[in-house]
């Protein structure tokens, strides 16, 4: 049987483009005991992908040139040599960037019976949904009354965060955003109390006009000038938890500087920890039980960005490093 799959073919240089990645064909060879085939449905593309582009050490191996990419997938188990996952199973796995995988099946995750779409389990029941909520529980250790202010507030995890923290307690939540357009959305739809367009001024005097009275928690997806802006902002005992730097992710380490009155950390006593959310996966039944309540009860507003194709799966990644979605990034295959 023959499969389509990406490879990366050349390192980045600054921001990926089409001619970083090749579309090969390879014949797949036959099922060993224990594992199974996977038609994939849904791929994820997400920023933590782009540093994986560049040869240099990270919390995951860089990927290697002229092998396959892989990420989030969801799919359908169409061949099986294991008791445990039968044929017609629904699993999530780590096997995208193709549109088939043998995998062994331990290395699958099955997928609970519900009424939500199997594209989820890519992002809101997902990674994304999972960085935003241990980020806030575990990490930022988001109280009842907090002020929180999270970047990138339209993407994936962002747009979580704000709405995660107003149920759980905070009152007052913003955030920043790539256009107006957006900006409006997440205060319209996602319910924040303000979103400004980061690329229409300073961030240091856009975050002062929407939080005047200071941060408790900042939720960083973005790093650089908002970053530098929050620590500014921040209140005593503050707490900021970076789970990316997107603003940083095309230029090399030392080319990057922080533009940040550190005094005001020691000062102020603010936490600043990083953090991925597989250090958190026991967290996981509790927050699969609460996210899965919230959206079956309309609590949450959740959106996708979606591709249509396996060939389009570099222009969703690239689009979505370039600020181009809404929500979660997804392609649909």
Excluded at 42 to 68: E, G, H, I, N, Q
Excluded at 305 to 324: N, Q, S, W, Y
């Amino acid at each position: 049987m023959e499969a389509r799959q990406f490879v990366l073919s050349s390192r980045p240089s600054g921001a990926p483009t089409r001619d970083n990645f090749a579309l090969q064909r390879v014949e797949l060879p036959e099922l060993a005991e224990g594992q199974v085939l996977v038609r994939n449905e849904v791929l994820s593309v997400d920023p933590y992908m782009r540093p994986r582009m560049d040869d240099r050490p990270s919390y995951v191996p860089p990927y290697r040139l002229d092998a396959p990419l892989d990420g989030g997938a969801v799919g359908t188990v169409v061949a099986s040599r294991s008791p445990d996952r039968p044929v017609g199973t629904a699993v999530r796995h780590m096997r995208g960037w193709r549109d088939l995988a043998i995998l062994d099946a331990a290395a699958t995750d099955p997928l609970p019976e519900t009424s939500l779409p199997l594209s989820y389990h890519l992002g809101i029941l997902g990674m994304p949904g999972l960085t935003a909520y241990a980020g806030l529980q575990e990490v930022a250790s988001l109280r009842e009354g907090d002020t929180l202010f999270v970047s990138g507030a339209a993407g994936a995890v962002g747009g979580l965060v704000g709405q995660f923290a107003r149920l759980m307690g905070a009152t007052r939540v913003v955030g920043s955003a790539g256009s107006d357009e957006k900006a409006r959305l997440v205060e319209d739809l996602l319910g924040f109390d303000a979103c400004f367009n980061y690329r229409s001024g300073p961030v240091r005097e856009l975050l002062s006009a929407v939080a005047p009275g200071g941060l408790d928690v900042y939720f960083d997806n973005v790093g650089g000038e908002h970053l530098a802006a929050a620590i500014e902002a921040m209140r005593l005992n503050g707490r900021i938890a970076m789970c990316g730097i997107i603003a940083d992710y095309d230029t090399a380490p030392q080319q990057r500087a922080l533009q940040a009155d550190l005094f005001q950390v020691i000062g102020r006593r603010i936490t600043i920890r990083g953090f991925i959310s597989t250090d958190h996966a026991s967290l996981r039944p509790e927050f699969l039980d609460t996210v899965t309540r919230w959206v079956e009860e309309g609590r949450i507003h959740y959106r996708e960005t979606v591709t249509e194709g396996l060939d389009k799966t570099p222009d969703a990644f690239i689009e979505m490093l370039r600020g181009g979605n809404i929500g979660k990034a997804i392609v649909r295959i």
